[in-house]
């Protein structure tokens, strides 16, 4: 439903980042975290206010700044100001859920194609119920914090890696040619059919997944003890044992990175290598979970996934990438370079 909704905001994206690198270097972390609040934003309440979607993206940048702040409710700190502004957004967002109410209401339709606002509020459970307007607005809320930060970091880093091996580049940038030149002269965005056809770029994307750490580590709690590798014996009294018990009520965090880099599961880790994704149904026994396992998978992984297929589709036919500062040190826990990526985008002829 939503794929030219999400081009559009692609190609015009990477148009500006183009333009505004004719001045001086931009920092691509902060425009690849525009794409993709944009295109939750568009999504979620789709685009008939173009200045509702500016009013929520700015102030949630403020909100997103302190995710990782002191939770200090005092004026002039971060936290104190992001449930400031989070009061602001809902207040925005309600207003959307109330109009949307009223046009469903009266039969109107705002477009052909519903946006995920009005899908939620024609939602009910077995018995009846339907979602509030404060359930939705912190639905979206959710959302953006979910899905925004990760899907800009990895962005980031697949400009990074496609533009530091240029083999890799290549074969990407030839595949999405071939994609262009089968389709009809009449057709103007891509299909999902087309999406598909993006067997070499999917690979890409597995790797970079993999070898950039942009997820925070998955936590969970033991609901009864749960024995590893068949020991009686727990952590503390054997803390360097492979073999251990997690006591009922610990938390177990599971950090992705150590295992996508694990040499044990993946030959020459460090290496960046989309080949090593051929065969497309290796997990490599189960080590590669970037969205992580079982009932509790990220819900937004193929939103996710098609979005940096598209921007990446556009990426390597149109423009290329110069890192100013390749050797920058990394921030954490969003690892992302601490000049936010300086650099230059440059768009290329395709004639």
């Given at each position: 439903m939503?794929?030219?909704?999400?081009?559009?905001?692609?190609?015009?994206?990477?148009?500006?980042?183009?333009?505004?690198?004719?001045?001086?270097?931009?920092?691509?972390?902060?425009?690849?975290?525009?794409?993709?609040?944009?295109?939750?934003?568009?999504?979620?309440?789709?685009?008939?206010?173009?200045?509702?979607?500016?009013?929520?993206?700015?102030?949630?940048?403020?909100?997103?700044?302190?995710?990782?702040?002191?939770?200090?409710?005092?004026p002039g700190f971060s936290y104190y100001n992001a449930l400031q502004n989070r009061k602001k957004v809902q207040k925005i967002?309600?207003?959307v859920v109330e109009d949307r109410k009223t046009?469903?209401?009266n039969g109107e339709m705002l477009s052909e194609k519903k946006d995920l606002v009005d899908?939620?509020?024609?939602?009910?459970?077995?018995?009846?119920?339907?979602?509030?307007g404060e359930d939705i607005v912190d639905l979206l809320i959710l959302f953006l914090i979910a899905g925004h930060l990760s899907t800009a970091t990895v962005m980031m880093w697949a400009m990074?890696?496609?533009?530091?091996?240029?083999?890799?580049?290549?074969?990407?940038?030839?595949?999405?040619?071939?994609?262009?030149?089968?389709?009809?002269?009449?057709?103007?965005?891509?299909s999902i059919e087309e999406i598909k056809q993006m067997v070499y770029l999917t690979k890409v994307i597995n790797e970079v997944l993999r070898v950039s750490d942009f997820a925070i580590p998955?936590?969970?709690?033991?609901?009864?003890?749960?024995?590893?590798?068949?020991?009686?014996?727990?952590?503390?009294?054997?803390?360097?044992?492979?073999?251990y018990i997690i006591p009922k009520g610990w938390r177990a965090v599971v950090w992705q990175k150590a295992c996508h880099m694990s040499s044990e599961y993946f030959?020459?880790?460090?290496?960046?290598?989309?080949?090593?994704?051929?065969?497309?149904?290796?997990?490599?026994?189960?080590?590669?979970?970037?969205?992580?396992?079982?009932?509790?998978?990220?819900?937004g992984r193929d939103l996710t996934k098609i979005e940096m297929l598209i921007f990446l589709h556009h990426f390597v036919r149109n423009y290329k990438f110069e890192q100013i500062n390749?050797?920058?040190?990394?921030?954490?826990?969003?690892?992302?370079?601490?000049?936010?990526?300086?650099?230059?985008?440059?768009?290329?002829?395709?004639e």
């Open positions: 939503f794929l030219e909704r999400i081009e559009d905001i692609v190609v015009n994206s990477l148009q500006v980042m183009a333009d505004n690198s004719m001045q001086q270097p931009i920092e691509v972390f902060k425009e690849t975290k525009s794409i993709s609040m944009r295109v939750i934003l568009h999504i979620f309440m789709g685009s008939y206010n173009e200045k509702i979607i500016n009013q929520v993206e700015h102030l949630f940048g403020h909100i997103n700044d302190a995710l990782f702040s002191w939770p200090i409710y005092l967002v309600k207003s046009m469903l209401k899908v939620l509020l024609e939602l009910e459970d077995v018995n009846g119920r339907k979602l509030k990074i890696y496609l533009s530091n091996n240029p083999l890799a580049f290549k074969k990407a940038k030839e595949e999405q040619e071939e994609i262009i030149k089968s389709r009809p002269p009449s057709q103007q965005y891509l998955l936590s969970r709690e033991a609901t009864t003890d749960v024995n590893i590798n068949g020991t009686l014996f727990y952590v503390l009294s054997h803390i360097n044992s492979f073999r030959k020459n880790p460090e290496e960046f290598d989309p080949s090593r994704w051929d065969d497309k149904n290796n997990t490599n026994g189960g080590a590669f979970f970037p969205f992580g396992v079982g009932t509790r998978i990220c819900p390749p050797e920058s040190p990394v921030s954490y826990p969003i690892t992302v370079p601490k000049d936010n990526c300086l650099a230059k985008v440059t768009k290329v002829s395709t």
